[in-house]
């Protein structure tokens, strides 16, 4: 395997060192597959796909697909005008899913997103760039209707205090925060029945 330095695989990939760093954050498989030599970290040439979007479809699509989602998202994605990929190309901190305990319509969870999006902007809108995406859709099991929303935050160091807030905000529902994963299309999921007037929005 091909290894270069940090310094020569941020301009290869064409990318920054945050950039860099912040995806083996979130991906430490791929960190294990780095090393260490003469005192210095090694990075995988190979890795430089995982920042090029065009090479990292065409490889999926090279493969044999047999999962539907899969298929459909590669679909999504290939087309770069399509919202699920200008999306997919932004950083994401968390994906969150809101099941409230009382039965809630269209209007009342649009209202309650941008509150909470209002609160968390005021909060800590001075120290680090807050960015929500959201969509509203029904229970399958019950009537009324749920969130389920991406939020970046861009300082590390407030997201804990962030997702207490988000759980405070939420303190009579049931919230479940994970921490974002591109590789399991959260998004395309949010996406999958197309967006309608009062079902989403982007905040920040």
Known sequence: MVYEKIDEFVVTAGISRSTLYRFYKKNEEFWSETKIKSGRRMIPAMHAKYFDSEVLFDELKTTKLENKSLRNLITYLADKDTLCRTLWDLDWSFFVTVAYQAERNKKSCFRLMHLLNDELTE??????????????????NRKGYHNHFTLYVENKKLEPLVCNDIRKFFEYDRVDIAAYDMFQAGLFYMTKEGLEGEDWDILG
């Open 123 to 140: 909060k800590y809108g001075d120290d680090t760039k807050i960015r929500m995406f959201f969509t509203t859709e029904p229970f399958t």
